[in-house]
């Protein structure tokens, strides 16, 4: 899976601070050059940042996720793609 960030931020700068602040260890795209705003078009962000988490398949996983639920969300989906140890 992968754990994506889009800022609409027009300051990458500030948001590179925010990211740091926050120990947020996974792909973030922020500013007009980096295809944030298109991708936050093709994703319908309505705040910033917005986070997406996309499973093996491509699709979006979970969405808008804050706190706690980021955590819960990453384990769910290493946990689905982990195979259980047979007996």
């Not at 792909?27 to 319908?44: C, I, K, M, T």
């Not at 997406?52 to 769910?76: F, H, M, N, P, S």
């Amino acid at each position: 899976f992968v754990m994506l960030s889009i800022s609409i931020d027009r300051d990458p700068a500030k948001v590179r601070a925010m990211v740091e602040a926050r120990k947020m260890k996974w792909l973030h795209v922020a500013g007009p050059q980096s295809g944030a705003d298109r991708a936050a078009e093709a994703y319908a962000v309505s705040a910033i940042p917005a986070l997406y988490v996309i499973d093996r398949e491509g699709k979006i996983a979970a969405r808008d996720l804050y706190g706690d639920q980021i955590a819960a969300t990453v384990k769910a989906q290493l946990d689905a793609a982990v195979p259980s140890p047979k007996p």
